[in-house]
């Protein structure tokens, strides 16, 4: 789950897997994939970075080996994290 808040500042946890779409309209509009709508004062590209922090974390417990790549911030970056990582267990 992520942490957003409400327009009236309290603070919302949302399961980012029931996220449909988000809209700026001008404020964020959450789209659930029951079909509620949540406002929100987090922009949308919060809310799509929050997910994405949540479902590497999520990934990164289930599948320790890959945290290197999914820690990195682009493909080249996880190459040599993951590069580095066999050349350190090599050496032991």
């Known amino acids: ?4 808040t409400r ?10 897997d029931l996220i449909k779409y988000a809209e700026a309209a001008p404020d964020t509009v959450l789209t659930l994939v029951t079909g509620e709508k949540l406002l929100v004062l987090e922009p949308c590209g919060e809310v799509s ?13 289930a599948w ?3 945290a290197p790549a999914l ?5 080249h970056e996880a190459d040599q994290l993951i590069r ?3 050349q350190k267990a090599a050496q032991e």
Do not use: T, Y
Request: glycine residues 2%.
């Open 7 to 16: 327009l009236n500042g309290s603070p919302l946890a949302v399961n980012c």
């Open 71 to 75: 820690i990195a911030r682009s493909a």
């Open 64 to 66: 320790p080996e890959a």
């Open 1 to 4: 789950m992520i942490q957003l």
């Open 49 to 61: 970075q929050l997910a994405l922090e949540f479902r590497a974390e999520v990934l990164r417990k």
């Open 84 to 86: 580095d990582q066999n």
